[in-house]
């Protein structure tokens, strides 16, 4: 069984900062790729940032140049790092991690039961 457990999450002002984590574990073989989605009241969920096992890294154009996404290979542990944060990204963030369990086996689809990021005054 693998576990995906976020923390970081609370309220912040506007143009303030906050830094996401999220840590996999319990029987992993292997992880791939590791992200992070959100998704706030009356929209769909999102994706934010997501980065492979060799550190490539991808944004969405609403958080580039404000959000860093990074990773711990060895503690299969995934972080974002938020600045300069706007009231459009309150919503619920969700870690995504891509894993395997057994060599022969596929990778899937593992998330975290989300943490709240709330940006007001």
């Known amino acids: 069984q693998v576990q995906v457990v976020e923390s970081g999450g609370g309220l912040v002002q506007p143009g303030g900062s906050l830094r996401l984590s999220c840590a996999a574990s319990?029987?992993?073989?292997?992880?791939?790729?590791m992200g992070w989605f959100r998704q706030a009241p009356g929209k769909e969920r999102e994706l934010v940032a997501i980065?492979?096992?060799?550190?490539?890294?991808t944004y969405a154009d609403f958080v580039k140049g404000r959000f860093t996404i990074s990773r711990d290979n060895a503690k299969n542990t995934v972080f974002l790092q938020m600045n300069i944060l706007k009231p459009d990204d309150t919503a619920v963030y969700y870690c995504?991690?891509?894993?395997?369990?057994?060599?022969?086996?596929?990778?899937?689809?593992?998330w975290g039961k989300g943490t709240l990021v709330t940006v007001s005054s």
């Open positions: 995504h991690v891509q894993a395997k369990e057994r060599p022969i086996l596929g990778f899937m689809a593992y």
């Open positions: 319990g029987s992993i073989f292997s992880v791939s790729t």
């Open positions: 980065i492979s096992n060799d550190g490539k890294t």
